[in-house]
């Protein structure tokens, strides 16, 4: 029994060829950074070399039984795998899956998920440029082509190479808290939190040349989310009007000023939650809610739970 409770999570990895060799290395980078946590190994169909959608063809240890004990099942994104068939040697893998895995894609991997029938009637994502294609070829799905990432129930999908990241970050939050998402996230380097929510395309990603940016004032308002903030504040800060203040920060962040703090704020409390003993009426004041009421409606519209219910859980984790 202990050594069972010693066992590492398991997550596996599956290639398929015309694979992007980026995307395919994320799980690795970002959940194999966590310590013995997690145990991440890569598979194929058949355990021979894989073609990827780049110059070369990489080499996996472990063939389609790897996925028999895994806990996690990634299914990396690629070229080939934009259609509602499956060839045989898929099929055959993805079931070997256990009926409790907890199932990932990212980017077009959705496409394989779907394509084998476990993300009827789920709420689900993929990049937005094959979205068209997705909501023809499988109308069964839920699909939401303007998020990061989408959780629902054993399964997570995510939307391009980027967002693999931040999917692999927000399963380390879940699994272990936001210390060790956080502490992953600066050793490789990476914002430590992108929500799900937030817009996966942005039409203007980068300051046109000689624009202010407003990533000053983000930064300034991350500093005093206990204030009440408000749109003149942060347009204040910057130096702009209120109209060009919004506009711009919508280009450069994919959200508006309010709901981006809202965001920031709902993540604030739940590190206060997992971390700290502090009374969620003094949660609230330090994230800038008014009231316990306000911080329990955010966080219910964010992760369905109250704040008593999400402490519970990470204390029960501990």
Request: aromatic share 6%.
């Amino acid at each position: 029994m202990e050594a069972e409770k010693r066992r590492p999570h398991r997550v596996v990895v599956l290639a398929l060829d015309g694979v992007y060799p980026f995307e395919l290395g994320i799980p690795a980078r970002i959940l194999g950074s966590a310590g013995d946590r997690y145990e991440v190994l890569t598979c194929s169909v058949d355990g021979l070399p894989v073609p990827t959608s780049a110059d070369f063809t990489v080499g996996v240890e472990h063939g389609p039984k790897a996925l028999d004990a895994a806990d996690t099942v990634v299914i990396a994104p690629g070229t080939a795998w934009v259609s509602p068939d499956l060839p045989a040697a898929v099929t055959a893998a993805l079931a070997r899956i256990r009926p409790d895995a907890r199932l990932v894609s990212i980017c077009t991997g959705a496409f394989v998920l779907a394509a084998a029938g476990l993300l009827d009637g789920r709420r689900a994502t993929t990049h937005w440029q094959f979205a068209d294609r997705f909501r023809r070829l499988f109308p069964q799905v839920e699909l939401d082509p303007d998020v990061l990432f989408v959780h629902d129930g054993r399964v997570l999908t995510s939307a391009g190479a980027a967002s693999g990241v931040d999917a692999c970050l927000h399963l380390l939050r879940e699994d272990h808290g936001s210390d060790l998402a956080n502490h992953v996230a600066r050793c490789c380097v990476v914002p430590p939190f992108r929500d799900g929510g937030q817009a996966q395309y942005i039409e203007q990603p980068v300051p046109e040349a000689g624009a202010a940016s407003t990533a000053a004032t983000r930064v300034w308002a991350l500093e005093r989310l206990d204030e009440p903030l408000a749109l003149a504040d942060l347009a204040g800060h910057a130096r702009m009007s209120l109209r060009t203040f919004a506009r711009r920060f919508h280009d450069e962040v994919g959200l508006s000023p309010g709901r981006w703090l809202i965001q920031q704020r709902v993540a604030h409390a739940r590190h206060l939650l997992e971390a700290s003993d502090l009374s969620v009426d003094q949660i609230a004041g330090r994230v800038g809610f008014a009231t316990a009421a306000s911080l329990r409606q955010h966080l219910h519209a964010a992760i369905g739970v109250s704040p008593q219910a999400y402490r519970r859980t990470f204390q029960s984790a501990r």
